[in-house]
């Protein structure tokens, strides 16, 4: 089992940015891609951004090309997402995932990830 907590969210003026970290403990040793992914209310579960285990190859959504970046420190077993210009689109909850298996066709879909964290609410106010 994986157990993922997700922090930092919470209320920001457009134009700021926001970090946010997800700690992963347990069989964190059978992770292959973690990601970042963030729901509005009526629309899908969509990835922000991913990584794979070694931290050597990411993904991002195209909303977030140039203005987000995401992390990993295998030493603390964390990923953390950075996002600066945000704007009131950008409200959601925001989830950590982990995934097992690592196909790069899937790593967009929240299907692929068998872990999730509880979510953290990001609200950008304009």
């Known amino acids: 089992q994986v157990q993922l907590v997700e922090s930092g969210g919470g209320l920001v003026q457009a134009g700021g940015s926001l970090r946010l970290s997800c700690a992963a403990s347990?069989?964190?040793?059978?992770?292959?891609?973690m990601g970042w992914f963030r729901q509005a209310p009526g629309k899908d579960r969509e990835l922000v951004a991913a990584?794979?285990?070694?931290?050597?190859?990411?993904y991002y959504a195209d909303s977030l090309k140039g203005r987000s970046t995401i992390s990993k420190d295998n030493a603390k077993n964390t990923v953390s997402l950075q996002i600066d210009s945000l704007n009131p689109e950008d409200t959601a909850v925001y989830y950590c995932?982990?995934?097992?298996?690592?196909?790069?066709?899937?790593?967009?879909?929240?299907?692929?990830?068998?872990?999730w964290g509880p979510g953290t609410q990001v609200t950008v106010s304009s």
């Open positions: 995932g982990a995934a097992q298996y690592f196909n790069p066709v899937l790593v967009q879909r929240p299907t692929l990830y068998n872990y």
């Open positions: 347990g069989r964190t040793f059978s992770i292959l891609v």
């Open positions: 990584i794979i285990a070694t931290g050597s190859i990411t």
